[in-house]
């Protein structure tokens, strides 16, 4: 159960947020995490529990090596330096980020594929991955 709920939390918490491909984002990694990650605030004590800290997403990135349970406290301190340098610290509730998720995996089943190499939504082709893994293999 455990496993599942902390893949649900990762997974929601990186896919509604913008695809940044390598080497096009803002050139910093403090700022790439900012754009491309979002928190979850948790209603209530048993939600904060079984979410295991991993609704921290953003500090969690930021500072990898830090104790979950810091990460609560570290998240007030972030979102106060965001908003001293006019950063976005992104942040929702439980209900509005489901509502986001599906909203996105919906768009995303209605799209049409777009095979254009300079659009924001390239897909390379079918096996894309495997020439790459063979390469890492050598």
């Not at 910093?28 to 990650?37: A, C, G, K, M, R």
């Not at 095979?115 to 079918?126: I, L, V």
Request: proline share 6%; glycine share 6%.
């Amino acid at each position: 159960l455990s496993g599942l709920l902390v893949a649900i939390v990762v997974t929601q918490s990186h896919e509604c947020e913008e695809f940044v491909p390598a080497g096009a984002g803002p050139g910093s990694y403090v700022l790439e995490q900012f754009q491309s990650t979002r928190d979850i605030d948790c209603p209530d004590p048993i939600t904060e529990y079984l979410f295991g800290g991993m609704q921290y997403q953003l500090t969690h990135h930021l500072f990898p090596t830090l104790p979950r349970y810091k990460n609560a406290k570290l998240q007030k301190i972030v979102m106060a330096w965001a908003k001293e340098n006019n950063l976005v610290y992104k942040h929702t509730g439980l209900g509005e980020w489901i509502k986001d998720h599906y909203n996105m995996l919906k768009a995303n089943a209605e799209a049409e594929q777009n095979n254009q190499p300079d659009s924001k939504w390239y897909w390379p082709e079918a096996g894309w991955s495997i020439s790459i893994q063979q390469q890492w293999a050598k």
